[in-house]
């Protein structure tokens, strides 16, 4: 839809994603810290899913600049870190888990968008800009402040108004439009398709086999020194990483200065790999 509709109407993409980032994306980030059940498992996965993207960013940054030198390495490792955790994830989590586990797994996330948030913005910001803008401009997205408003509106049970309240599936489905909208919106900017294998090949490669081996060696780890993790825990932290690149990064992308067409693209395949890759590694993994 999102292809069609720029084609006849020319919707300019830089409106939609400060859209998502400024307003629809805070406003289910808040809700998200707001309804969460508060527990001691609030604080641990969320946390441990922080680090996980912390380390398999960076180790992709580091990993991608022996073949890349300029600024692109910073969008590819922000493309082999974002992962599709909410609107594709958590209906696979629905499918695959008891309640428990797909409690723990919503839980989990939350560090993903915190981690997108901070670190991950810095990432690209880098990019264009210098280490003080990068962080001013880092201040400046409203995400992370929406989480932790949320957290401490939900820790100090304050309740909504069910004004309010009633807003929140529209903010949700809201962003799950806009999300897939704004791919549409990116294929349609393509005029042709030139950019080296290099920018198809390693985020496809970080996404799909970086973001499991990572979280495997993490959990082997856990199991031999530490025992932190629970099994189900495990479950959860292992399809979250074999999720495909996240719709966010077009918008992102697009607001930092790099290419949406090439992005979008990459977004594309990496779904569309998905559909095959998902299942197999599921049987694999023994996920089910």
């Given at each position: 839809?999102?292809?069609?509709?720029?084609?006849?109407?020319?919707?300019?993409?830089?409106?939609?994603?400060?859209?998502?980032?400024?307003?629809?994306?805070?406003?289910?980030?808040?809700?998200?810290?707001?309804?969460?059940?508060?527990?001691?498992?609030?604080?641990?996965?969320?946390?441990?899913?922080?680090?996980?993207?912390?380390?398999?960013?960076?180790?992709?940054?580091?990993?991608?600049?022996?073949?890349?030198?300029?600024?692109?390495?910073?969008?590819?490792?922000?493309?082999?870190?974002?992962?599709?955790?909410?609107?594709?994830?958590?209906?696979?989590?629905?499918?695959?888990?008891?309640?428990?586990?797909?409690?723990?797994y919503m839980i989990t996330i939350v560090g993903g968008v915190i981690a997108e948030s901070s670190i991950g913005i810095y990432m690209i910001s880098r990019g264009n800009y210098s280490f003080k803008q990068s962080v001013l401009k880092l201040l400046k997205i409203p995400i992370i402040y929406a989480v932790i408003l949320g957290l401490f509106l939900n820790f100090a049970n304050a309740t909504l108004p069910d004004m309010v309240l009633?807003?929140?599936?529209?903010?949700?489905?809201?962003?799950?439009?806009?999300?897939?909208?704004?791919?549409?919106?990116?294929?349609?900017?393509?005029?042709?398709?030139?950019?080296?294998?290099?920018?198809?090949?390693i985020p496809i490669l970080g996404s799909f086999v970086l973001w499991p081996c990572i979280t495997l060696g993490i959990i082997y780890l856990d199991d031999i020194f530490y025992n932190f993790i629970t099994n189900d825990l495990e479950k959860v932290f292992l399809l979250a990483s074999i999720m495909p690149i996240a719709a966010n990064v077009i918008p992102f992308a697009n607001l930092f200065g790099y290419d949406t067409e090439k992005v979008s693209f990459v977004l594309v395949i990496s779904t569309l790999l998905a559909l095959i890759y998902i299942p197999f590694i599921i049987y694999l993994l023994g996920l089910m």
């Open positions: 839809m999102g292809f069609v509709i720029t084609k006849t109407l020319k919707i300019n993409m830089d409106d939609i994603s400060k859209l998502l980032i400024y307003l629809i994306t805070p406003m289910v980030a808040f809700f998200a810290g707001y309804n969460i059940e508060l527990s001691s498992l609030v604080l641990f996965s969320p946390a441990i899913f922080f680090v996980l993207f912390f380390i398999v960013q960076y180790s992709a940054f580091y990993i991608i600049s022996i073949f890349v030198k300029d600024k692109r390495r910073r969008i590819l490792s922000f493309l082999t870190v974002e992962k599709n955790t909410g609107y594709l994830g958590l209906p696979v989590a629905m499918f695959l888990f008891d309640e428990n586990i797909v409690f723990m009633s807003y929140e599936d529209y903010f949700k489905y809201t962003y799950s439009f806009l999300g897939m909208f704004i791919i549409g919106i990116g294929l349609a900017g393509i005029k042709s398709i030139k950019f080296g294998k290099l920018f198809l090949i």
